[in-house]
């Protein structure tokens, strides 16, 4: 990860196979809280809470052993065979790429249409005003 210049990158730890261990998920009001209770109290994720791994956490420590670079911030629980906790896992990626994202503020001249286009194909346009020099975003 490091290697390629990557170690700035969130990481997400997916423990798959829910179904075949018995572990179970529910549905918090925020968002999913991966986990049984059983889980839970077994301590893996002590102190996790809405899919955040803490660096407390054994399964954490656990993680941080096998290699230095291996540092998720993340863990959700989820089964591929019945679907379970999919949802959680989408949200959570979707999190994670949102705290890496940058806002900017500009007025991008009429003569750069092709750059407006790029933020609206790749950004997320929060604010979009026409004005005689051009048109304001915030992405």
Not at 50 to 66: C, H, M, N, V
Request: glycine fraction near 10%; charge should be negative; proline fraction near 5%.
């Amino acid at each position: 990860i490091n290697e390629l210049g990557q170690g700035h990158t969130p990481q997400i730890l997916v423990l798959n196979k829910a179904d075949a261990a018995g572990i179970g998920t529910t549905i918090g009001d925020l968002g999913a809280v991966p986990l049984d209770e059983a889980f839970v109290e077994s301590g893996a994720l002590a102190g996790a809470e809405l899919g955040e791994l803490p660096d407390s956490s054994p399964l954490a420590r656990e993680w941080r052993g096998i290699h230095p670079a291996v540092r998720p911030k993340h863990a959700v629980v989820v089964s591929a065979k019945t679907g379970a906790g999919l949802n959680e896992l989408l949200e959570c990626v979707e999190n994670a790429l949102l705290a890496l994202s940058v806002f900017v503020e500009c007025v991008v001249p009429y003569t750069a249409g092709d750059l407006l286009a790029e933020v609206h194909r790749d950004g997320t346009i929060e604010e979009e005003n026409y004005r005689a020099d051009g048109t304001y975003i915030r992405a």
